[in-house]
């Protein structure tokens, strides 16, 4: 009997698989979606979620890669000893952004998540809320991620921007 055959996952267009309590789902992609579902959350489900989810881990890890970089080649970026206030400051202000920028992004997936969860009829995060309430929320969170991110690279290329300019005035002349 199909009741008794595990859950697997199909690909598009979606099908009909039995779940071991008897329930039905309906299964879209790789996503598990339960039957009383409205059409508009299963087209979230489908496709806005796994697009979101991935251009977060994908954002997350430039990020990541950044900051880590940037801290290791920080003394190519401004020699610590030497370097003005400003110089300072400015890259600590850029490796600030760059981890509030980390947090906003890693919020937005967790959000993501949630309503994802909302979407699907899940009762374990039972906020009282629809999942575009935690879409919105999500989106919100990206864009601050997105805006600080951009205020970090410009920052970084601003505290290098003096010592680039004066490596350039000390080339020799030909």
Not at 6 to 26: E, I, K, Y
Not at 123 to 128: A, F
Not at 144 to 152: E, I, L, R, Y
Request: aromatic fraction near 16%; proline fraction near 3%.
């Amino acid at each position: 009997m199909a009741a008794d055959r595990p859950l697997q996952a199909f690909r598009f267009p979606a099908q009909r698989a039995f779940a071991r309590d008897g329930g039905n789902f309906d299964l879209v992609g790789i996503v598990y979606i339960h039957p009383n579902v409205t059409e508009e959350a299963k087209i979230f489900l489908a496709f806005q979620y796994p697009e979101v989810k991935d251009l977060c881990k994908q954002f997350l890890t430039l990020i990541s890669g950044i900051l880590v970089f940037s801290i290791a080649f920080s003394e190519k970026i401004i020699d610590f000893q030497r370097a003005r206030l400003f110089q300072r400051l400015s890259l600590l202000v850029s490796w600030a952004l760059l981890m509030i920028s980390f947090v906003a992004c890693g919020s937005g997936l967790y959000f993501i998540f949630i309503a994802a969860e909302s979407a699907n009829g899940s009762i374990i995060y039972n906020y009282g809320h629809d999942f575009k309430y935690f879409t919105r929320i999500s989106y919100t969170l990206l864009d601050f991620a997105g805006v600080s991110f951009v205020a970090a690279l410009l920052t970084l290329v601003f505290t290098a921007l003096p010592n680039v300019l004066g490596k350039i005035k000390r080339l020799p002349k030909q």
